[in-house]
């Protein structure tokens, strides 16, 4: 991460991140790059399984969780992931590894994960993936396997959905998410994109044919 590529943190809306990472060196200077290139995403780093569960216990607000595969006190990444996946279901999941173990991506895509980031990527790769999936993207190494099909909305877009279903204001969404409005704002901007709709109603009507969203028996 020593080069320095074009600005694209910058332009990421505020969101929080909690980074589970034993090795000093790599989350030090993982945590600095994030300082430098985007004073405005929160970031917070631990070192292992149990502190991270315990930051979500106290701050479930958290949007994304990069957790390295190999972790102290007998606990892989992919086991807390999952564990968080059950437990807080709103918080997004990446693992980060530098292991040369070619099956890690594709488990970690089969677990329902947002991304697999090897530790070797250059800055501008890394940059490149954590835009995209903040922005509700998946991104997986090029060449891992996985089904084709269409990515599904962000655990939080997910959760953004369903309040819009139930007719909820940007306020109200905020309120209840413990975010800003015009973080909901951005939120919503990249639903109406993905889904190509013009309005709230549009959008939960397409969310729900997709499967996106349950929509209850006469509303939205």
Request: charged share 20%.
């Amino acid at each position: 991460m020593s080069s320095m590529p074009p600005a694209l943190l910058p332009h990421l809306p505020p969101a929080r991140l909690l980074i589970v990472e034993d090795h000093p060196l790599y989350r030090d200077g993982l945590l600095a790059l994030l300082q430098r290139r985007a004073p405005q995403l929160q970031c917070q780093a631990v070192e292992h399984a149990d502190a991270a569960l315990s930051h979500l216990a106290l701050r479930a607000d958290v949007d994304l969780l990069l957790a390295d595969h190999q972790l102290p006190g007998g606990r892989d990444g992919l086991s807390l992931l999952a564990e968080v996946g059950e437990r807080f279901p709103t918080v997004a999941r990446v693992l980060v590894s530098g292991s040369e173990d070619p099956h890690l991506p594709e488990q970690a895509r089969r677990a329902g994960l947002m991304g697999f980031l090897p530790k070797g990527l250059d800055a501008l790769r890394w940059e490149m993936a954590l835009v995209r999936i903040l922005g509700g993207e998946p991104w997986f190494p090029h060449g891992a396997r996985g089904p084709a099909a269409e990515p599904g909305p962000t655990p939080r877009q997910a959760t953004i959905l369903a309040h819009l279903a139930d007719g909820w204001s940007n306020k109200t969404i905020a309120r209840e998410l413990g975010i800003t409005e015009r973080t909901v704002k951005y939120h919503l901007a990249e639903i109406y994109g993905r889904l190509g709709a013009a309005n709230r109603a549009e959008a939960v009507a397409r969310a729900g044919a997709r499967g996106w969203v349950v929509l209850r028996q006469g509303g939205a």
